[in-house]
């Protein structure tokens, strides 16, 4: 393996793979997310916003839309979907505090150094009474789907029951990315002016299965989305979570 395909191997592993296209999966998180945290007209903060995806759907409902992406290319193309895109870290956010009415992460808090700061910085830069909105990824889901290490080489991929392994023999394989149980999700905004407004689980799109097996994609849909209405949502790919903070002296709640 050249040293220029390790190091493109390294960043994906490490940061993730931001999506390239806009696909059935990311339309429908989205209107989850007109419908339950109402960006229509807000200042909208799109944290670790990859190539711009998300940031330009929100420009359907809102002009004012920020994104902040910690990989150069990556906040250049975003750039050219939104003007309001900067290079920064999610532990430092350049922003002053409460100047957004929504901060939305999506499958981000994952691959940074510190979730925890990260949290908070996000909690910082959001007015009160205004919300969160965090994608992340499931420790319940069967599969991990960022890769593994394996031999000392990253192997792409959908790698089965990893996520259920112990947390020391999961670091081995999967070092550069984390899974969140719901407990744990809510343990990073312990002690922070929050309180949960809506909680649930999601299950996949199935994109890349519908664009070789149509058929199959619609059948998985309609299953895993009738299941996400059970409590073997607790499987599914990815939390949900939907936050609003709260006036300075108000207690926490996110327990």
């Not at 339309?27 to 200042?43: C, D, H, K, M, S």
């Not at 744990?184 to 949960?196: C, D, E, I, S, T």
Request: one cysteine or more.
């Amino acid at each position: 393996m050249s040293t220029v395909n390790g190091a493109a191997e390294d960043v994906r592993a490490q940061r993730g793979c931001p999506s390239l296209v806009w696909q059935a999966g990311q339309e429908r998180r989205f209107a989850l997310v007109l419908r339950q945290a109402e960006p229509t007209g807000r200042r909208v903060l799109d944290v670790g916003c990859g190539v711009g995806m998300y940031t330009a759907a929100f420009l359907r409902v809102t002009p004012h839309v920020f994104g902040v992406e910690v990989e150069w290319e990556r906040a250049r193309q975003a750039r050219g979907r939104s003007a309001g895109v900067v290079q920064g870290v999610g532990e430092r956010l350049p922003f002053p505090a409460a100047s957004f009415d929504l901060a939305f992460s999506h499958e981000v808090l994952e691959h940074v150094a510190d979730d925890r700061a990260a949290a908070a910085e996000m909690v910082r830069v959001t007015r009160p009474g205004g919300r969160l909105v965090i994608f992340v990824p499931n420790r319940l889901y069967p599969f991990e789907t960022h890769g593994i290490y394996w031999r000392g080489r990253y192997r792409f991929g959908n790698f089965p029951l990893v996520n259920w392994l112990p947390d020391g023999l999961r670091r081995r394989l999967a070092p550069h990315v984390r899974a969140y149980t719901a407990r744990g999700l809510r343990a990073l905004f312990a002690g922070l002016p929050v309180r949960v407004v809506h909680y649930t689980c999601l299950f996949a799109g199935y994109d890349k299965i519908a664009a070789r097996f149509p058929f199959l994609a619609r059948l998985l849909r309609g299953l895993t989305y009738a299941l996400e209405r059970t409590p073997l949502r607790a499987f599914g790919l990815s939390h949900f979570l939907i936050l609003e903070v709260l006036p300075a002296l108000e207690p926490p709640t996110c327990q």
